[in-house]
């Protein structure tokens, strides 16, 4: 059986202007504290632009220590 997705929304962020053409943003706590994800200050992940017709989305996955 396929496993649907879980779609959370944290509500709205601001982009913040950095150098060498940057943008960021922060990662609201409620993400971090979530059981589901295993994000903490100093993990690595990987970042991934999915583009689907009109809408975009912003995929983070850790990266593995192993």
Avoid at 4 to 18: A, C, F, N, S, W
Avoid at 26 to 55: C, H, L, M, W, Y
Wanted: charged share 30%; hydrophobic share 30%.
């Amino acid at each position: 059986m396929a496993q649907r997705p879980v779609e959370k929304h944290y509500g709205e962020r601001t982009l913040q202007q950095k150098g060498d053409g940057y943008l960021q943003m922060s990662i609201p706590r409620s993400v971090v504290d979530d059981t589901k994800t295993d994000f903490e200050a100093g993990s690595r992940v990987t970042v991934q632009a999915v583009i689907n017709g009109d809408d975009a989305y912003i995929k983070i996955e850790r990266v593995s220590d192993e």
